[in-house]
Nanobody, 123 residues
Framework: QVQLVESGGGLVQAGGSLRLSCAGS????????MGWFRQAPGKEREFVAA????????YYEDSVRGRFTISRVNAKNTMYLQMNSLKPEDTAVYYC????????????????WGQGTQVTVSS
């Protein structure tokens, strides 16, 4: 079992930055591929970014590529999402997720989820 807790969300103006953190506990963190997803009101949960077990492979949704950076520090059991040049359309609840394999996917096929953290970008 893996427990995930997100933090770092908040209210920011368009063009600003936030860094989300996802702290993991329980099973060995480094065995898991990790991902960030988001869900806006009235919309389905969507893929944002993913990272493989050792951090050497990363994947991004097209609308965030070049603005967001996913990373992880396995020694700290923590994953990050640095979000720059934020836009109002980035407003959503952001979730981190872990997968029972070192290979990430861009679907919601992850085994463990955090409770989410709200990101609101004002125009």
């Amino acid at each position: 079992q893996v427990q995930l807790v997100e933090s770092g969300g908040g209210l920011v103006q368009a063009g600003g930055s936030l860094r989300l953190s996802c702290a993991g506990s329980g099973r060995i963190f480094m065995n898991y591929a990790m991902g960030w997803f988001r869900q806006a009101p009235g919309k389905e949960r969507e893929f944002v970014a993913a990272i493989n077990w050792n951090g050497r492979s990363t994947y991004y949704e097209d609308s965030v590529r070049g603005r967001f950076t996913i990373s992880r520090v396995n020694a700290k059991n923590t994953m990050y999402l640095q979000m720059n040049s934020l836009k109002p359309e980035d407003t959503a609840v952001y979730y981190c997720a872990a997968r029972n394999t070192g290979l990430p996917v861009t679907t919601t096929d992850y085994n463990y989820w955090g409770q989410g953290t709200q990101v609101t970008v004002s125009s």
